[in-house]
C-alpha cells in the first residue's frame, strides 16, 4: 500500500498544513480537509508514514460524526470530496481520505476527556494523588477505570511545539464561563456515549482529544477528526487488566518504540522501521475492523 505523506493538489489553494491534516480553500463558506499518512508522536511529525492511515482515520471519523450526530453537530457539509478538484492526479490524493467542511472558528483550546488512569495522568498521580491537579480517589492502579470521566483540556500548540494541559478555570479564561461549560459537557457526553459503544465492539476507549469550532452565530460543532487511533487510546478489552498498560490499537506502539530509541523527543525524529510501521499498519486497520465493522 503506497502511502501519502504530504498533499499537493493543484486545483485549490494550500492553507495551512498540520501534523497530519493539510488544508485547502474551496470558498469563502468551506474548506477541503486532507488526512494524510503522516503520523505525530510527542508533537514532532515523524519522517515516516503509516501506509493508509489517513483513510483509516477518515472512515472512522465519518462513522463517529453520523453516530454522535445526535449530541453536536459536526463540521460535515455533505459535499463530496472528489467533487470540488479538478485533476486526476488531485481526485487520487482525496479519494477515501478527504472531508469537504464548513468553515468555522477553531476554539484554542483541544477537549480531552480521560476514563481511564494512563499515560501522563498516571505519572502526575502517582506523584500527587491529582490528574491534571483534579483530586483522584488513593489506591488506583494503573491503568484503572476512574471513577467518572475527567475533562483536562490542553492548549493547542502550533507543528513542532507541544501542547500543554490547562486547568479548567484556564479555559474559562480563554473561553468565557459558559462556552467553557459547554465544551466540558459536550466532551463527556461524546465520551461516554462512544466509550458505552465501543466497548459492545470488543475495544475500550480509555481517553481521547475532541476540538471545537462555532459559526458565526455562536453554534458549537464537533470539527477536526473523532475518536480515531491518533486522537484516542483503544485498548482490547479481553484482556484488558487493571495494574499495566494494556496493548494499544492505536499509536502507542510508535510511541514506546520511540521512548526505546534514545530518541529526545526533539526534530527531527528518527526513521521508523518497516515493521514498526507494519505492526502500527495493522493496529489502526483493526481498530477499523472492530468498530465499524468495515
Not at 256 to 269: F, I, R, T, V, Y
Request: proline letters at 6%; hydrophobic letters at 40%; aromatic letters at 8%.
Amino acid at each position: 500500500m503506497s502511502a501519502l505523506h504530504e498533499s499537493n493538489l493543484s486545483s485549490l489553494p494550500l492553507i495551512h498544513r498540520g501534523k497530519v491534516r493539510d488544508l485547502y480553500g474551496i470558498d469563502d463558506q468551506h474548506m477541503l480537509i486532507v488526512q494524510t499518512d503522516r503520523l505525530s508522536a510527542f508533537d514532532v511529525i515523524m519522517p515516516t508514514p503509516i501506509p493508509g492511515k489517513g483513510e483509516v482515520l477518515t472512515t472512522m471519523s465519518n462513522f463517529w460524526f453520523n453516530k454522535l450526530g445526535h449530541i453536536l453537530p459536526n463540521h460535515l457539509s455533505g459535499i463530496a470530496p472528489e467533487s470540488v478538484v479538478k485533476t486526476d492526479a488531485d481526485r487520487v490524493q482525496v479519494k477515501g481520505r478527504a472531508f469537504v467542511v464548513k468553515r468555522l472558528k477553531a476554539l484554542p483550546i483541544e477537549a480531552i476527556v480521560r476514563g481511564y488512569l494512563v499515560g501522563s495522568g498516571w505519572k502526575e498521580y502517582r506523584k500527587t494523588g491529582t490528574v491534571c491537579g483534579i483530586q483522584i480517589p488513593a489506591g488506583m492502579q494503573e491503568a484503572g477505570k476512574l471513577p467518572q470521566a475527567l475533562f483536562t483540556p490542553s492548549t493547542k500548540a502550533a507543528v513542532g511545539e507541544h501542547d500543554e494541559n490547562i486547568s479548567f478555570e484556564e479555559a474559562v479564561k480563554l473561553l468565557g464561563q459558559q462556552r467553557a461549560e459547554e465544551v466540558r459537557d459536550a466532551a463527556i457526553a461524546l465520551y461516554t456515549q462512544a466509550a458505552e459503544y465501543a466497548l459492545t465492539r470488543g475495544i475500550i476507549i480509555a481517553d481521547t482529544k475532541f476540538e471545537f469550532g462555532v459559526d458565526d452565530s455562536g453554534k458549537l460543532y464537533l470539527i477536526d477528526e473523532a475518536l480515531t487511533p491518533d486522537s484516542s487510546r483503544f485498548w482490547p478489552a479481553e484482556s484488558y487488566k487493571a495494574g499495566s498498560n494494556p496493548p494499544s490499537f492505536d499509536k502507542q506502539y510508535v510511541r514506546d518504540w520511540l521512548e526505546n530509541s534514545g530518541w529526545n523527543k526533539q526534530p527531527p525524529a528518527p526513521q521508523i522501521p518497516a515493521d514498526i510501521l507494519e505492526h502500527t499498519s495493522e493496529k489502526y486497520q483493526e481498530a477499523l475492523r472492530r468498530l465499524t465493522a468495515q
